[in-house]
């Protein structure tokens, strides 16, 4: 039986164009010790409302209020198999000058420059969103990755669609 696990996360960029990301506590399960966005799993009356569940989430991670970030949109939506689970990740992305304003048990929060964001230890699949988005930049339209081997070589890649309306003119 295969499940589903739905996900919600931000990044977060300040006026220094800077990320704010945590390094995961060593305890956690998912990604210990690696360099994460602010996110997590939706609760079951957020199914149809994953920016709810990104803003919920931005809130118990750092404090920072809905109305202190700007312009928060969704950008990405992955899917990943992993084991028999399907991961379904919905990343938006907005702007705020406000500092994280609580420590969280999940981990410790910073700020990190632009360039210097690909340097820290990644999750494979947030690397490669990452990599994407500092080659396209913000799009007027989302984008749909989905996670799963190269053809040819065999090795993980993501391969990258635009999510368009194939009705819209």
């Not at 990452?130 to 081997?149: N, R, S």
Request: net charge negative; hydrophobic share 40%.
């Amino acid at each position: 039986m295969i499940n589903l696990r739905m996900m919600s996360t931000a990044l977060l960029w300040n006026s220094q164009d800077e990320l704010l990301m945590m390094k995961r506590s060593l305890t956690r399960k998912l990604s210990p010790g690696l360099w994460a966005a602010i996110g997590g799993h939706l609760e079951p009356q957020e199914l149809n409302h994953p920016r709810n569940a990104c803003i919920r989430e931005v809130w118990e991670e750092t404090g920072i209020e809905h109305d202190e970030i700007h312009g928060l949109r969704m950008q990405y939506v992955l899917l990943r198999l992993n084991g028999l689970e399907i991961r379904q990740q919905f990343f938006y992305i907005g702007t705020t000058d406000v500092n994280p304003r609580i420590v969280t048990c999940e981990g410790d929060l910073h700020w990190i420059p632009r360039d210097l964001v690909l340097e820290r230890p990644l999750p494979y699949i947030f690397r490669c969103l990452l990599e994407h988005y500092f080659t396209v930049g913000l799009t007027p339209y989302p984008w749909v990755g989905t996670a799963g081997m190269h053809p040819e070589t065999g090795e993980p890649t993501i391969h990258w669609n635009p999510l368009l309306d194939p009705l819209q003119t």
